[in-house]
């Protein structure tokens, strides 16, 4: 009988050291796979049969109208309508409404074109939509660039202003930093500091009279 015992509780164990293992093993390959499959697939790993629809960015439009003084409506186009349209808020706000009339809008000889506003004005080297156009607001800087100069930058009465005034083309929008803002051009650059009011104008490297009062 003791030897038959002995048997029984031997079989017993042996039963339950099976089972034991099995359950160990089964609990662990699951967490593994999901593991695999949920962290450390990379996105660009999973693949799929399915067609993702083509995505487009939406082309800037190249003509838009606007209203101008007195209720006039303006049509801008080109490159000026293409920065129109990107500018914020605030560029709009200081710009103000286009103007309309002789010498306010065109195409210069040079292929420059631009169109002016109450505070401001959006020009660019030429009409092609693609070409970049830049915003100069009124101001101290605008009132330089816009002094007639002699070749060397010099203020002259007989000179030229603007675009085809020494300075040129502006190449970026009024940009600040602390006090003191600019405004870059095709033959240098004119800065501010607004807090006192001092003006600069560089001209091919060389730093030449404002031309204010």
Not at 70 to 82: D, H, K, N
Not at 175 to 202: C, I, L, M, P, S
């Amino acid at each position: 009988m003791l030897v038959a015992g002995l048997s029984v509780v031997t079989l017993i164990a042996a039963g339950c050291g099976g089972d034991d293992t099995k359950d160990e093993a089964a609990p662990q390959s699951a967490p593994v796979a999901t593991s695999v499959s949920e962290s450390t697939v990379e996105p660009s790993e999973v693949t799929t049969t399915d067609t993702l629809p083509e995505t487009t960015t939406a082309a800037k439009p190249t003509e838009t109208t606007i209203m101008g003084e007195r209720g006039v409506e303006v049509t801008l186009s080109g490159p000026i309508a293409v920065k129109y349209g990107s500018a914020t808020t605030a560029q709009k706000g200081a710009l103000g409404k286009p103007l309309t009339g002789d010498r306010n809008a065109g195409t210069r000889e040079s292929g420059v074109v631009f169109q002016q506003f109450q505070r401001g004005v959006i020009i660019a080297k030429n009409d092609d939509p693609g070409t970049p156009a830049y915003i100069v607001t009124s101001g101290k800087i605008r009132d330089a660039w816009n002094t007639e100069r002699a070749p060397d930058g010099t203020p002259s009465l007989t000179g030229k202003n603007g675009s085809p005034g020494p300075l040129g083309v502006p190449t970026s929008d009024v940009t600040r930093q602390g006090d003191v803002q600019q405004v870059t051009f095709e033959h240098g650059k004119v800065t501010e500091n607004t807090v006192t009011g001092a003006v600069t104008v560089t001209v091919n490297g060389k730093v030449v009279p404002s031309g204010l009062k």
